[in-house]
C-alpha cells in the first residue's frame, strides 16, 4: 500500500511525519505570471516546514531557487484568523493567543484597516523562494500590494539581498 507521508528527522531530535511530493507539486501545469513565476502554486502541505536537506531531490530540483507568488484577499486572511481562534478555543481554555469573541472581532477589525492601509487593492502578493536563506522552509523574499511589485521582486531579487550587494565592504 502507498503511503502519502514520510518520517523525517525535525528540528529538536524528534521524527515528524511530512507528505511526499507528488505530480501534482511540480510545475507543469500550474499557473505562472511574469518570466514564469508560478502564482498560487499547489504545493505539498508540509512545504513551509520541510528542512532543506530532507526535501525529496524531484522536489528540489523543481523549485530550488524559483521565486513563486501567493496571493491573499482580506477574505482569507480573516477566515485564517477566526479559524485560528476556532483551533485555541477546540483545545480549551488557558491556551496563549485564545481570545474571547469581542477581542477577536476587535482585533480582526483593526487588521482589515491595516491589511487595506497596505493593500489598497485588497489582495496582497508574498514572494518565498526556496533558497536556502532560511534552513528548514523557504525564504520569505517580501509582501506587496500589487502583482507587478510582486514580479519585479522576482525578476530581481528581494530588496534586502539587493541593499546588502551594494553595502561597502
Known sequence: MATDK???PGCFDEMMEVDTYKAEHRLGGQPSVGRGYPLNPVLREDFINTPNNHREP???EDWWGLPYIQSTTWEQAEGQRRRVQMEHRAFGGGV???LSHEE???QID???VSFFEQNPGGTKYTV???DGGAWDRPTLWGVFPTLDEAIDCCDLGPAWRRAKLKAPV
Open 110 to 112: 483593526a487588521h482589515r
Open 128 to 130: 518565498h523562494c526556496l
Open 96 to 98: 496563549i493567543g485564545e
Open 6 to 8: 514520510r518520517v523525517i
Open 104 to 106: 477577536v472581532e476587535a
Open 58 to 60: 524531484l522536489e528540489v
